[in-house]
Nanobody, 123 residues
C-alpha cells in the first residue's frame, strides 16, 4: 500500500524553526519528485517546495525562499523540509505528495498525498 506520512509539525514562536518529515511506505521515494504544500484555513493549497529525483534540483515558493530547505534521505525513504525564521503567515497544514509531471507548484499534478501535519507560528 502506497502511503506518505508527514510529521514534525507543532507550535513554534515567530523566528523559530521546525523540521518536517515525509516518510514513504509501500514504494521507493527516490524514484519520485516530491513536493511540499501547505493550506491555511480558507485558502487554496499552495506549493512550498519540491525536490527532483533525478538530480536533486530544488524549487521554492518566493514566500519561503532563503528560509526553507528541502532535502531527501533515500536510505531512510524520507524527504525533509527544514523551516527557519518562521512567520505567523507560515501557519498551515503541511502536506507532502508525489509529482506525476508538470509544474511542481500545481497540486493537480500530484497523486499520492499524506494526511498533513499542522504548523502553527504564534507568540
Amino acid at each position: 500500500q502506497v502511503q506518505l506520512v508527514e510529521s514534525g509539525g507543532g507550535l513554534v514562536q515567530p523566528g523559530g524553526s521546525l523540521r518536517l518529515s515525509c516518510a514513504a511506505s509501500g514504494f521507493t521515494l527516490d524514484y519520485y519528485n516530491i513536493g511540499w504544500f501547505r493550506q491555511a484555513p480558507g485558502k487554496e493549497r499552495e506549493g512550498v517546495s519540491c525536490i527532483s529525483s533525478s538530480d536533486g534540483r530544488t524549487y521554492y515558493a518566493d514566500s519561503v525562499k532563503g528560509r526553507f530547505t528541502i532535502s531527501r534521505d533515500n536510505a531512510k525513504n524520507t524527504v525533509y523540509l527544514q523551516m527557519n525564521s518562521l512567520k505567523p503567515e507560515d501557519t498551515a497544514v503541511y502536506y507532502c505528495a508525489t509529482l506525476i509531471s508538470g509544474m511542481w507548484y500545481d497540486p493537480n499534478e500530484y497523486d499520492h498525498w499524506g494526511q498533513g501535519t499542522q504548523v502553527t507560528v504564534s507568540s
